[in-house]
Every structure is written in structure tokens, then in C-alpha cells.
């Protein structure tokens, strides 16, 4: 039975490394380019929901409102209470 063996990986966005170790079945490395299996994890992007930053941006509104009450001068003077 041949031993296996465990190739630390350096690339933490490479889709073969798994805690640190390149999972890929064939590994071809080369002194002077390094690792010739580097793939980088495909990012997908998220779709944002219209409605969802609708509610926000109105929710963080309703917040700056309230700062801008919370802000403005008592309606009695100095002294008066």
C-alpha cells in the first residue's frame, strides 16, 4: 500500500486547500512558479433584495430622526425645569 501523503498548502483561497492541506488527487509543483494546481474559490455574488435596502435605508431614517429630536434644545430655558 503506497503512503500517503500530505502537501501543506500556502494558498488559504485555493479550492483543493482544506485546513491547510491540498485535497487535489494529482499535485504538480515547480521550484520556480510554485504549485501549478492554484485554482482560487469562484466568489458568487450575492443578489441584494430591493425591497430588503428599501426597508433599511427607511429604518436608518427613522433613527436619524430620532437623533436630530434627541439633539435639538428642551423647550423650557436654562433653570427651568
Same mark, same amino acid.
Given at each position: %500500500? *503506497? /503512503? ?7 494558498? /488559504? ?5 482544506? =485546513?491547510?492541506?491540498? %485535497?487535489?488527487?494529482?499535485? @504538480?509543483?515547480? *521550484? =520556480?512558479?510554485?504549485? /501549478? %494546481?492554484?485554482? *482560487?474559490?469562484?466568489?458568487? /455574488?450575492? @443578489?441584494? +433584495? *430591493? !425591497?430588503? +435596502? +428599501? ?9 436619524? @430622526?430620532?437623533?436630530?429630536? @434627541?439633539? !435639538?434644545? $428642551?423647550?423650557? #430655558? $436654562? #433653570? !427651568?425645569?
Amino acid at each position: %500500500m *503506497p /503512503a500517503k501523503i500530505k502537501v501543506r498548502c500556502k494558498y /488559504a483561497d485555493c479550492k483543493f486547500n482544506q =485546513d491547510y492541506v491540498c %485535497m487535489n488527487t494529482e499535485i @504538480e509543483l515547480f *521550484p =520556480d512558479q510554485d504549485c /501549478a %494546481m492554484y485554482e *482560487p474559490v469562484e466568489v458568487v /455574488a450575492e @443578489e441584494e +433584495d *430591493p !425591497e430588503e +435596502d +428599501d426597508e433599511l435605508q427607511e429604518e436608518e431614517e427613522d433613527w436619524l @430622526e430620532l437623533e436630530d429630536e @434627541e439633539d !435639538e434644545d $428642551p423647550p423650557y #430655558g $436654562p #433653570g !427651568e425645569e
